[in-house]
């Protein structure tokens, strides 16, 4: 089984599956609307194609086309955004004064004078009109979403010609591109035109060389998020930097026929093909500049990008489309049970791939990473302003980066969170007084990192300042997955660094216990019951609160033990741990979600915030700290017992967890509930919003991360493999996952046996085994490798860069478990 196990790294074996069944999404009828189309990206622009007949509509997209302008200050009028505002710190005075009083209800109230405004908004760009001059039904319809070409495409007849679709977006050139086709000459008659939602006028012109509609447009300085009902939420200004310009350039070529252009809208007549490119731009310059370009730059910007996609030909275009993207799609590839048909392990195998077609279409190098809808919106409101919610969802959709071997789509991310460094700096001073920096539960294209809320917000969401902990847990992944020492010291030490001086001074002794605690401290939206029966959200040492910490200051201990200790924080920082608060368990045996064991006021919340040590952190863990594993256990069964994990994001989280318990058989359970309960058609993740259900990425990007969850786990020098396979998977294949210390792996199982390959990141690996497996042998280009055994694992010296290929087999009926030996290999 080991031949072909590899994708010379990922690629030829992916490349063997091709663009199967298992790579696509189809369907026989068009969308009926925007959240059922099919979504192509390049990081940068973005469109969705519903795939109507005579008349459909892509709705396109511009990554850095957001609302607004950077803050001018985000806390109260008249104050220096540079130094701590007096109000401020008298108001976190009041609100721990409350929480040690054990009055959090009074904590709650106080709470609302340290919020500032809300985020901005991302905006739709565009839509591209189309319509067909059919005049019979249409025939043999197909909708098609090609993930290993990350091609959308729509086929079907009308009065006897074969009509066809195809749309992309290019990441080398930087347009997306509409083709056009039909299989008898002359076929094509239709009219396109675009339009905006925002501020904008469209011109079309025709003429030889040059058949192009031109949009010209601003985007509002202000769009107040979609649950706000608020007069005027909609509001333009005509001064500059005072919301962004923004040009959308549409050019068109066809095979036969002509062109003419009319009341903006260009009109084609007779032809075979018509290729149509579509290049865009802001005036976003930085996000601490205002965005104040003049329109007639912007324009030319995204002019430059037209004429420089007009130079290739169609064939060309796709074919440097399809193979950038290919190098990263066919890194890894996942296959179940040997056949494709009905039911949930297909469906899996096509989650698992869509999750990296989407990330690969919403992540690119320089682009501002995904946001809660990728970088598709149709909405001048979106649903929750389609920014960055850092409480989970962002952080969510990064977890597949690294063990999903697309670390070159994380660096977004990153450069997200330098750019909030900054700002929270300011944040951390102006709110609280304090060195380093700090972000709350919102931010958006100017790096926002203050609490939201406008002094009314509910502070069991508005006023979480630990959302850098959590984001600065991706810095230290990519260097546990990557070595990069050079990126670890160069730019993630200080991101770390940074986040850790904010909490250490946030810390405080509770008087109550005597241990170090956070204060205020709210566990992300949830709220807990007082004695007198009232709902709260603001207590003192919320499990999560001080997970991240922990996590933290840990990572930096760490970190400094590669770089070299930086100003004695290695000692200070240890110092702090041995004094924070530590877990505890409550009175259902479940871990507790609030250093008190509150009743919660919503036993099945949709978050599991307290569980994060054991996933995505890793401090918890069924094998070396099992007393908390079953407490954590504990807590995900009560949790979905009453009705928790009911949205397409909190079930993928819960699906991650129960595969860190190691648990197959609820894994499987949870996945089949993703799939039942949160996926539309289409497969993209469904958020139970109302009056209906709204897309939401996290979903998506989150339940793949869940998959190479069950797969493979990982620490910098152990790999699991198989950790929690569902027994419905009886055989399968995965290719290209990533490990924590730089290793690679490619699995393959079937009939009692299980195979693995391992390119080494590291110098001495242990490889945990499936449960009821035991090793046959470890080879090395033909060498027998010797290696040590317990009764869970094997371990054996590796040399970084050489393929090692391990081979189990199922413990017989009834044998003796494995006892610690060494391996006869010599």
Same mark, same amino acid.
């Not at 957001?66 to 609100?95: E, F, I, K």
């Not at 996933?615 to 069924?622: C, M, S």
């Not at 967890?657 to 058989?665: H, I, K, S, Y």
């Not at 009821?772 to 060498?783: A, D, H, W």
């Given at each position: 089984?080991?031949?072909?196990?590899?994708?010379?790294?990922?690629?030829?074996?992916?490349?063997?599956?091709?663009?199967?069944?298992?790579?696509?999404?189809?369907?026989?009828?068009?969308?009926?609307?925007?959240?059922?189309?099919?979504?192509?990206?390049?990081? *940068?622009? /973005?469109?969705?194609?519903?795939?109507? %007949?005579?008349? #459909?509509? +892509? =709705?396109?997209?511009?990554?850095?086309?957001? !609302?607004?302008?950077?803050?001018?200050?985000?806390?109260?009028?008249?104050?220096?955004?540079?130094?701590?505002?007096?109000?401020?710190?008298?108001?976190?005075?009041?609100? *721990?004064? /409350?929480?040690?009083?054990?009055?959090? %209800?009074?904590? #709650?109230? +106080? =709470?609302?004078?340290?919020?500032?405004?809300? !985020?901005?908004?991302?905006?739709?760009?565009?839509?591209?009109?189309?319509?067909?001059?059919?005049?019979?039904?249409?025939?043999?319809?197909?909708?098609?979403?090609?993930?290993?070409? /990350?091609?959308?495409?729509?086929?079907?007849?009308?009065?006897?010609?074969?009509?066809?679709?195809?749309?992309?977006?290019?990441?080398?050139?930087?347009?997306?591109?509409?083709?056009?086709?039909?299989?008898?000459?002359?076929?094509?008659?239709?009219?396109?035109?675009?339009?905006?939602?925002?501020?904008?006028? /469209?011109?079309?012109?025709?003429?030889?060389?040059?058949?192009?509609?031109?949009?010209?447009?601003?985007?509002?300085?202000?769009?107040?998020?979609?649950?706000?009902?608020?007069?005027?939420?909609?509001?333009?200004?005509?001064?500059?930097?005072?919301?962004?310009?923004?040009?959308?350039?549409?050019?068109?070529?066809?095979d036969g026929g002509t062109i003419t252009a009319s009341e903006g809208a260009l009109h084609i007549r007779g032809a075979t093909t018509a290729i149509v490119r579509i290049a865009a731009a802001t005036g976003f310059r930085r996000f601490d500049l205002a965005p104040d370009t003049p329109v007639a730059a912007v324009r030319a910007s995204a002019e430059r990008d037209l004429a420089a996609a007009r130079r290739h030909d169609y064939t060309t275009l796709v074919k440097r489309h399809v193979s950038d993207h290919q190098a990263l799609y066919r890194r890894a590839s996942l296959e179940l049970n040997g056949t494709i048909g009905d039911g949930d392990t297909p469906r899996a195998?096509?989650?698992?791939?869509?999750?990296?077609?989407?990330?690969?279409?919403?992540?690119?190098?320089?682009?501002?990473?995904?946001?809660?809808?990728?970088?598709?919106?149709?909405?001048?409101?979106?649903?929750?302003?389609?920014?960055?919610?850092?409480?989970?969802?962002?952080?969510?959709?990064?977890?597949?980066?690294?063990?999903?071997?697309?670390?070159?789509?994380?660096?977004?991310?990153?450069?997200?969170?330098?750019?909030?460094?900054?700002?929270?700096?300011?944040?951390?001073?102006?709110?609280?007084?304090?060195?380093?920096?700090?972000?709350?539960?919102?931010?958006?294209?100017?790096?926002?990192?203050?609490?939201?809320?406008?002094?009314?917000?509910?502070?069991?969401?508005?006023?979480?300042?630990?959302?850098?902990?959590?984001?600065?847990?991706?810095?230290?992944?990519?260097?546990?997955?990557?070595?990069?020492?050079?990126?670890?010291?160069?730019?993630?030490?200080?991101?770390?660094?940074?986040?850790?001086?904010?909490?250490?001074?946030?810390?405080?002794?509770?008087?109550?216990?005597?241990?170090?605690?956070?204060?205020?401290?709210?566990?992300?939206?949830?709220?807990?019951?007082?004695?007198?029966?009232?709902?709260?959200?603001?207590?003192?040492?919320?499990?999560?609160?001080?997970?991240?910490?922990?996590?933290?200051?840990?990572?930096?201990?760490?970190?400094?033990?590669?770089?070299?200790?930086?100003?004695?924080?290695?000692?200070?920082?240890?110092?702090?741990?041995?004094?924070?608060?530590?877990?505890?368990?409550?009175?259902?045996?479940?871990?507790?979600?609030?250093?008190?064991?509150?009743?919660?006021?919503?036993?099945?919340?949709?978050?599991?915030?307290?569980?994060?040590?054991?996933?995505?952190?890793?401090?918890?863990?069924?094998?070396?700290?099992?007393?908390?594993?079953?407490?954590?256990?504990?807590?995900?069964?009560?949790?979905?017992?009453?009705?928790?994990?009911?949205?397409?994001?909190?079930?993928?989280?819960?699906?991650?967890?129960?595969?860190?318990?190691?648990?197959?058989?609820?894994?499987?359970?949870?996945?089949?509930?993703?799939?039942?309960?949160?996926?539309?058609?289409?497969?993209?993740?469904?958020?139970?919003?109302?009056?209906?259900?709204?897309?939401?990425?996290?979903?998506?990007?989150?339940?793949?991360?869940?998959?190479?969850?069950?797969?493979?786990?990982?620490?910098?020098?152990?790999?699991?493999?198989?950790?929690?396979?569902?027994?419905?998977?009886?055989?399968?294949?995965?290719?290209?996952?990533?490990?924590?210390?730089?290793?690679?792996?490619?699995?393959?199982?079937?009939?009692?046996?299980?195979?693995?390959?391992?390119?080494?990141?590291?110098?001495r690996l242990s490889v945990r085994l499936p449960s009821g497996f035991e090793p046959l042998k470890v080879v090395q280009r033909g060498t027998i490798v010797r290696f040590e055994q317990d009764a869970q694992s094997i371990t054996f010296e590796t040399v970084k860069g050489r393929r090692y290929d391990v081979a189990l087999r199922r413990t017989a009926p009834g044998a003796a478990s494995s006892t610690p030996r060494q391996s006869d290999a010599t």
């Amino acid at each position: 089984m080991f031949a072909g196990l590899f994708t010379g790294l990922g690629a030829a074996e992916a490349n063997a599956l091709g663009a199967d069944e298992r790579n696509r999404i189809a369907a026989t009828e068009p969308a009926s609307e925007w959240l059922l189309g099919h979504p192509v990206g390049n990081g *940068r622009l /973005a469109a969705m194609m519903g795939g109507g %007949v005579v008349r #459909d509509i +892509l =709705s396109l997209n511009h990554d850095t086309l957001w !609302s607004g302008q950077p803050d001018v200050n985000p806390g109260q009028a008249g104050v220096d955004r540079d130094h701590a505002d007096p109000r401020n710190l008298y108001a976190l005075a009041a609100v *721990r004064r /409350a929480v040690f009083a054990d009055d959090p %209800v009074s904590a #709650d109230q +106080l =709470s609302h004078a340290l919020q500032g405004p809300f !985020s901005a908004s991302y905006a739709p760009m565009a839509d591209l009109h189309l319509e067909m001059d059919h005049r019979e039904a249409p025939q043999d319809y197909r909708r098609m979403l090609d993930l290993d070409r /990350a091609v959308a495409s729509v086929t079907y007849r009308s009065g006897g010609t074969g009509f066809g679709r195809d749309l992309f977006a290019s990441h080398p050139d930087g347009v997306i591109v509409l083709r056009l086709t039909a299989d008898r000459r002359g076929m094509i008659n239709c009219r396109l035109m675009l339009t905006s939602k925002l501020r904008a006028t /469209a011109t079309a012109t025709a003429q030889s060389g040059s058949n192009q509609i031109t949009l010209l447009g601003k985007a509002p300085t202000q769009s107040e998020p979609d649950y706000r009902d608020v007069p005027d939420p909609i509001r333009y200004s005509d001064s500059p930097g005072r919301g962004m310009a923004f040009a959308t350039i549409l050019s068109v070529e066809a095979d036969g026929g002509t062109i003419t252009a009319s009341e903006g809208a260009l009109h084609i007549r007779g032809a075979t093909t018509a290729i149509v490119r579509i290049a865009a731009a802001t005036g976003f310059r930085r996000f601490d500049l205002a965005p104040d370009t003049p329109v007639a730059a912007v324009r030319a910007s995204a002019e430059r990008d037209l004429a420089a996609a007009r130079r290739h030909d169609y064939t060309t275009l796709v074919k440097r489309h399809v193979s950038d993207h290919q190098a990263l799609y066919r890194r890894a590839s996942l296959e179940l049970n040997g056949t494709i048909g009905d039911g949930d392990t297909p469906r899996a195998e096509r989650l698992f791939q869509l999750g990296r077609y989407l990330l690969i279409a919403s992540s690119r190098a320089d682009t501002m990473p995904a946001n809660l809808q990728g970088v598709w919106n149709a909405a001048v409101r979106p649903p929750w302003s389609s920014n960055y919610t850092t409480n989970i969802n962002l952080q969510m959709n990064y977890w597949l980066a690294e063990s999903c071997n697309l670390a070159d789509c994380h660096l977004p991310l990153i450069d997200h969170i330098e750019r909030l460094a900054v700002t929270g700096a300011r944040t951390a001073r102006q709110f609280y007084g304090m060195p380093g920096w700090c972000v709350h539960h919102n931010s958006d294209l100017w790096a926002m990192s203050n609490p939201v809320g406008a002094g009314v917000g509910d502070p069991n969401w508005a006023n979480w300042p630990m959302a850098g902990p959590w984001l600065v847990q991706h810095v230290w992944d990519h260097y546990r997955f990557s070595g990069d020492r050079d990126f670890l010291k160069t730019r993630g030490f200080a991101l770390m660094r940074g986040c850790a001086e904010f909490c250490a001074a946030w810390l405080v002794r509770d008087p109550r216990s005597g241990h170090l605690t956070t204060a205020p401290s709210i566990s992300p939206e949830n709220l807990f019951l007082t004695a007198a029966g009232k709902s709260a959200a603001i207590s003192a040492g919320c499990t999560m609160d001080l997970a991240l910490i922990r996590e933290l200051f840990t990572n930096c201990i760490a970190a400094m033990a590669v770089i070299g200790d930086v100003d004695g924080l290695t000692v200070r920082l240890a110092g702090l741990l041995k004094q924070l608060e530590p877990y505890r368990t409550g009175r259902y045996g479940q871990l507790q979600e609030w250093a008190t064991d509150f009743a919660e006021q919503d036993p099945g919340h949709r978050h599991i915030s307290h569980l994060y040590p054991l996933y995505p952190g890793d401090a918890i863990d069924p094998v070396r700290t099992p007393a908390l594993a079953r407490a954590a256990r504990v807590s995900i069964a009560r949790r979905e017992a009453h009705g928790g994990a009911s949205t397409g994001w909190s079930r993928a989280w819960a699906t991650a967890v129960w595969a860190r318990l190691g648990d197959g058989a609820q894994a499987g359970r949870s996945l089949s509930a993703f799939i039942a309960d949160s996926v539309a058609a289409n497969l993209l993740d469904t958020h139970p919003a109302k009056p209906r259900p709204v897309f939401q990425i996290d979903g998506n990007l989150g339940i793949t991360a869940a998959i190479a969850e069950i797969l493979l786990q990982s620490r910098e020098t152990e790999i699991a493999l198989l950790p929690a396979v569902p027994p419905q998977w009886t055989n399968g294949r995965v290719v290209g996952l990533r490990a924590r210390g730089g290793h690679e792996v490619a699995i393959a199982w079937s009939d009692g046996h299980v195979d693995a390959t391992v390119i080494a990141g590291d110098t001495r690996l242990s490889v945990r085994l499936p449960s009821g497996f035991e090793p046959l042998k470890v080879v090395q280009r033909g060498t027998i490798v010797r290696f040590e055994q317990d009764a869970q694992s094997i371990t054996f010296e590796t040399v970084k860069g050489r393929r090692y290929d391990v081979a189990l087999r199922r413990t017989a009926p009834g044998a003796a478990s494995s006892t610690p030996r060494q391996s006869d290999a010599t």
